[in-house]
Every structure is written in structure tokens, then in C-alpha cells.
């Protein structure tokens, strides 16, 4: 009887571990180094510990064989804490594209896009305007990510004002300085 076997570690999203016997006729197996023995070459929903692995036959229940190596499941891996920016700039006239700032946390990568796509670094730059949904994930356990509490909107490029135009110009006199006044613009300093 032999007793070899695929293993599944836990991730963030299957918080068990997997271990499957490569299958054999007339066999029962066990994980327990003989304690139980099951029909089915498959263990799921494995807390983390070790495991020692058994084969018997099904005509002879007295003739197992213990597996060569002990099988381990790892404990579960950490998702990453809930991402928060270190700062967010909005588009103005002279730059317009926003740019978000991850505060850093080791062993991360970051992405703005609800997780389509992931970077190494903490910053985008060169963002157009519109909403984005931070999220962070482990680099050794890619099913472990984060989201940040709350999405950034990244604002509208502001509009220039319009060409200045003159409501009037008074010259000066001997008794007055000159003035010139703007036809009104909302929003605007002259």
C-alpha cells in the first residue's frame, strides 16, 4: 500500500487545509496515523497541525502501511490591515491628473481598481478623474486582500475662467487715480 498524497494549504478565503491520498482499490485512509480510517482518499476542512498518513487494506484491515513523511498544514494566513491613503492630490489646471498615496505596510501590493490589478508601490499617479476602491493584498498568499473602508474620488479637472474682458476703464484726472473694473466671473479673483 503506498501513501502518497496532494496537499492544499489554508488561504484567506478556504481556511482549511486539503490533503488527498493518490487513490488505491481496496484501500481505507487515514490521518491519523491509524486511529480512523475513511473510504474516501480525500480530507477536507483540515486544521492546521500535522499529520501522519495510513493506507490498510480493505480485505485485510490488519495490512497498512504508515506514509513515508508527515504532512503539515500551515496556520492561515494574515490578510493584510485595512488599507488607509496617506494623501490624495486632485487634479488642478497645471496638473490635471490625481494621485493617491497608500500609507505603506510591509509585504503588501496595492491596487486601486477593486483588485483587477496590483503594484508594488504605494503610489498612482497620472489618475483620471473618477472613484477608486483601495485595496491591499499579501504578497506570500495572493487570496489574502483588504479593502479600505471607504472609496476615493478623484474630482474633475476644474475649468479656467473665461478671458477677462473690462466693464469699464476711468482714466486718471488731477483730482482722481485711474480705475479699471472686470465684468464679473463667479468663482474667480481679478
Do not use: H, K
Amino acid at each position: 500500500m503506498q501513501t502518497t498524497a496532494s496537499v492544499t494549504q489554508p488561504t484567506c478565503s478556504t481556511p482549511s487545509g486539503t490533503i488527498v491520498f493518490t487513490a488505491q482499490a481496496g484501500a481505507d485512509y487515514s490521518i491519523d496515523n491509524g486511529a480512523t480510517y475513511q473510504a474516501s482518499p480525500t480530507f477536507s476542512g483540515l486544521a492546521p497541525g500535522t499529520y501522519i498518513l495510513r493506507a490498510r487494506s480493505t480485505a485485510d484491515n490488519t495490512c497498512s502501511t504508515q506514509g513515508a513523511i508527515t504532512i503539515t498544514i500551515n496556520a492561515v494566513p494574515t490578510a493584510p490591515t485595512v488599507p488607509t491613503i496617506a494623501s490624495t492630490t486632485q487634479p488642478t489646471c497645471a496638473t490635471p491628473s490625481g494621485t493617491i498615496v497608500f500609507n505603506t505596510q510591509a509585504g503588501v501590493e496595492y491596487s486601486i481598481d477593486n483588485g483587477v490589478t496590483y503594484q508594488a508601490g504605494d503610489t498612482f499617479a497620472g489618475l483620471a478623474p473618477g472613484t477608486y476602491t483601495p485595496i491591499v493584498r499579501n504578497l506570500a498568499n495572493a487570496s489574502c486582500a483588504t479593502p479600505a473602508a471607504s472609496t476615493i474620488t478623484i474630482n474633475a479637472v476644474p475649468t479656467a475662467p473665461i478671458t477677462p474682458t473690462t466693464a469699464s476703464v476711468t482714466q486718471p484726472t488731477c483730482f482722481s487715480l485711474g480705475t479699471i473694473v472686470f465684468n464679473i466671473q463667479a468663482g474667480v479673483e481679478y
